[in-house]
Nanobody, 122 residues
Framework: QVPLAESGGGSVQAGGSLRLSCELS????????MAWFRQAPGKEREGVAN???????AYADSVKGRSTISKDIAKNTLYLQLNSLKLEDTAMYSC????????????????WGQGIQVTVSS
């Protein structure tokens, strides 16, 4: 079973919304920090948001107020709701998971998804 599998990406017009999903394998449960990252062409990977096992969340300034990270424990799925999408939100989005403290700038994770493309057009 693939540890993490993203879905829900695609093309959307600026101002629109999209919800990304990340299905987690059964091996990922308990005290995990889970996160979303993105990487646009020619740019470094950027942390978008993360959520700890208690549901505490942190967001990058670039998406704060426009996005929501959440998880459904019963479905073992992580979500990222993106609203008021901008052209600069165009990127490959990846989910990640790892044990340990979920500090806002954390970039080290054990498990990574393959990534899914989000393209915002005018």
């Amino acid at each position: 079973q693939v540890p993490l599998a993203e879905s829900g990406g695609g093309s959307v017009q600026a101002g629109g919304s999209l919800r990304l999903s990340c299905e987690l394998s059964d091996q990922i449960y308990g005290d995990y920090c889970m996160a979303w990252f993105r990487q646009a062409p020619g740019k470094e990977r950027e942390g978008v948001a993360n959520i700890d096992n208690l549901g505490n969340t942190a967001y990058a300034d670039s998406v704060k107020g426009r996005s929501t990270i959440s998880k459904d424990i019963a479905k073992n799925t992580l979500y990222l709701q993106l609203n008021s999408l901008k052209l600069e939100d165009t990127a490959m989005y990846s989910c990640a998971a790892g044990v340990g403290y979920c500090y806002p700038s954390r970039t080290q994770f054990t498990y990574w998804g393959q990534g899914i493309q989000v393209t915002v057009s005018s």
